[in-house]
């Protein structure tokens, strides 16, 4: 075999891969792009089922010490945005988002003061992964004019949501769920041929407070 020969069967070879890798990449672009669409009809059905059963909301305290009244998930709303991505338009995450707000009446108005730091960071952080509205107040000594704690003034009012990022090069869709069943964030993984309304009920479940094997 010449040399030129050699050349053309090594490029015939790449060219039969990257035919192959193509292919492969489509097939995965398709499904993400179902799965996306799968999870955004079950997020609209579920945020007009949820609006009518108003569901208990999670027990939350900014502190672990002062609880919040009990809470219900409120005004549940469902979107979809999209993308252009290797010139075409594709999914770019589908949310379903909710308030969480107190059982009987409206949000209420109160405060908590911490002055040890690890006190502080955890209330931050909770004001803001609830999106908690607030002001923040230093206290200080009336005479020294030494700082003796931070209080925050606040709404009993946060608010819940899962966002599913499509991945279309991988397959994938991340789910990022938030104050599911406290200030906190998880997230999960789940490749594109689990999509579906098995696995979604999961979800389902956790956002309403019961156990779900989803996360």
């Known amino acids: 075999m010449s040399f030129l020969d050699q050349l053309k069967s090594q490029a015939n070879a790449l060219q039969s891969q990257r035919s192959t890798q193509q292919q492969d990449l489509a097939g995965r672009i398709a499904q993400t792009e179902q799965a996306c669409e799968t999870t955004w009809r079950y997020f609209n059905e579920l945020a007009r089922q949820l609006n009518v059963i108003v569901p ?12 919040w009244p009990e809470m219900c998930l409120v005004d549940f709303r469902s979107d979809a945005r999209k993308k252009f991505w290797m010139n075409r338009e594709v999914y770019d995450h589908v949310s379903l988002g909710w308030v969480i707000n107190p059982r009987d009446g ?34 200080r000594h009336p005479e020294k004019n030494s700082l003796l704690a931070f209080r925050f003034d606040y709404q009993t009012q946060a608010f819940g949501s899962v966002r599913a990022t499509a991945d279309h090069e991988a397959g994938e869709i991340l789910f990022r769920a938030a104050n599911l069943r406290g200030f906190e964030v998880a997230q999960v993984r789940h490749p594109v041929q689990r999509i579906n309304s098995v696995l979604l009920d999961e979800l389902a479940r956790l956002i309403v407070g019961q156990a779900g094997a989803f996360l």
């Open 106 to 139: 409206k949000p209420q108005a109160t405060s908590v003061s911490v002055n040890f730091p690890p006190d502080l960071e955890r209330v931050t952080s909770r004001l803001a992964l609830g999106q908690v509205r607030h002001e923040r107040h230093e206290v």
């Open 56 to 67: 208990r909301g999670p027990t939350l305290s900014l502190d672990n010490r002062q609880a």
